[in-house]
Nanobody, 122 residues
Framework: RVQLVESGGGSVQEGGSLRLSCKIS????????LAWFRQAAGKAREAVAF???????DYADSVKGRFTISKDRDKKTLYLQMDSLKSEDTAMYYC????????????????WGQGTQVTVSS
């Protein structure tokens, strides 16, 4: 069974940076699509960043230029580098893997992590 575990969340002031990690276990490789989503309190889940198995990347307009998605095959870890953080980035962040169908931002993934909280204050 494939399991995803997020870490690296915390509290930071606006303008600061955080790097989230998503450790992937019980998998032979990372040759499937990976993504980051987030959900703020009382709001719907939204797509943040996408990484295709061949390296193609995509981002939500709200984070483009500030966030970077990447992976380390040897460490079997997905990353989300977050720079120039804003209060609007406050949310629970989830990693997801193996897109089933549809567009990447629609959220139809086979595997999901439990989430890591990011809180950005002014």
């Amino acid at each position: 069974r494939v399991q995803l575990v997020e870490s690296g969340g915390g509290s930071v002031q606006e303008g600061g940076s955080l790097r989230l990690s998503c450790k992937i276990s019980e998998s032979t490789d990372l040759n499937f699509p990976l993504a980051w989503f987030r959900q703020a309190a009382g709001k719907a889940r939204e797509a943040v960043a996408f990484l295709h198995a061949i390296g193609t990347r995509d981002y939500a307009d709200s984070v483009k230029g500030r966030f970077t998605i990447s992976k380390d095959r040897d460490k079997k870890t997905l990353y989300l580098q977050m720079d120039s953080l804003k209060s609007e980035d406050t949310a629970m962040y989830y990693c997801a893997g193996e897109l089933n169908e549809g567009r990447w931002y629609e959220g139809n993934y086979r595997y999901w992590g439990q989430g890591t909280q990011v809180t950005v204050s002014s």
